[in-house]
């Protein structure tokens, strides 16, 4: 009864994809933009629930603990591909001024997002592992991104530049005990 119940919700959500999907588009094409970003947004959020869903399964079903340690370092990889991101569009907004600096900042901040959703979805890896170097491996690179967005906080306040967004996530890693504990963030 529970793998229905699995299979169900499954289908639920591949629904609510497919059907934000295809109204975003019809509002897209009927210029009615606020609903077509709503249901974007709807559709995106089915999509990474389901991401989180593969990736469950895909570690329970691993045959070894050298396959789950494959599926770690892919997604630590991907992190990695988002911080050294923000490192390219902070540079790219300390060479601009106005709104062009504004508009790289906020490609920034979607940066920063999408880097959170991951480590949400390696947050119920590292509580369910039994195995400590896959634990080890993913503190460290929890660690990691944590530093990577301590400095990037560092660098926007030291350059005058303001991203709620970054202190939001900083933040959000320190409520969620990601990080050394010993580290604290300024007001920003």
Do not use: C
């Not at 077509?36 to 990736?55: H, K, P, W």
């Not at 999408?114 to 460290?140: M, Y």
């Amino acid at each position: 009864m529970n793998d229905t119940n699995g299979l169900n919700s499954t289908r639920a959500i591949l629904k609510r994809f497919k059907d934000a999907a295809r109204e975003a588009e019809e509002n897209l094409v009927n210029e009615n933009y606020q609903q077509a970003m709503a249901q974007f947004y709807e559709a995106s959020q089915s999509a990474d629930e389901m991401t989180e869903r593969f990736l469950v399964l895909l570690m329970k079903t691993a045959p070894s603990d050298a396959h789950r340690t494959l599926i770690i370092e892919f997604l630590s990889w991907r992190l990695r591909y988002f911080a050294a991101q923000y490192d390219y569009h902070l540079s790219v907004a300390q060479t601009l001024s106005g709104l062009p600096r504004e508009e790289w900042i906020a490609r920034l901040e979607t940066i920063l997002v999408l880097s959170q959703s991951l480590v949400t979805k390696l947050l119920p890896i590292l509580a369910e592992t039994e195995d400590t170097n896959i634990e080890s491996r993913i503190r460290e690179l929890l660690d990691d991104w944590v530093q990577g967005i301590q400095e990037l906080v560092s660098k926007l306040q030291s350059w005058g530049m303001a991203s709620a967004q970054a202190a939001q996530v900083l933040e959000w890693a320190y409520d969620n005990k990601i990080g050394s504990k010993n580290r604290v963030i300024d007001e920003y």
